[in-house]
């Protein structure tokens, strides 16, 4: 069943220049990955700092691979060090 993972994180203005490189880091291995569909990334108007990603997937079997992966995690890692939160995942499907 196909899946929509809303990912959202909070942006500090003095942070961006760092985390930049490393979304882009995660946003190319994320296209090579079994289940990976599209995604878009989306900031918030009226709250400066906010982002949303979209993320299709196949599954979430296939997310949750992909979520759990040795590859993405110490990336995932310095991102939370960054923002100094965790990065918050939504798992939806369809009806």
Known sequence: MTIRVLIKRKVPDDK?????PLI???RVLSTAQPGYI???????VDKP???????????????????????RAPIQAKIDSLL???????VYEFD
């Open 38 to 44: 599209s995604g878009e990334t989306l900031r918030r």
């Open 24 to 26: 882009n880091q995660l």
């Open 49 to 71: 700092g906010r982002s949303l990603v979209i993320s299709k997937w196949k599954s979430a079997d296939a997310w949750n691979k992909w979520l759990l992966s040795k590859e």
């Open 16 to 20: 961006v220049e760092e985390l930049s």
């Open 84 to 90: 100094g939160e965790k990065t918050k995942y939504e």
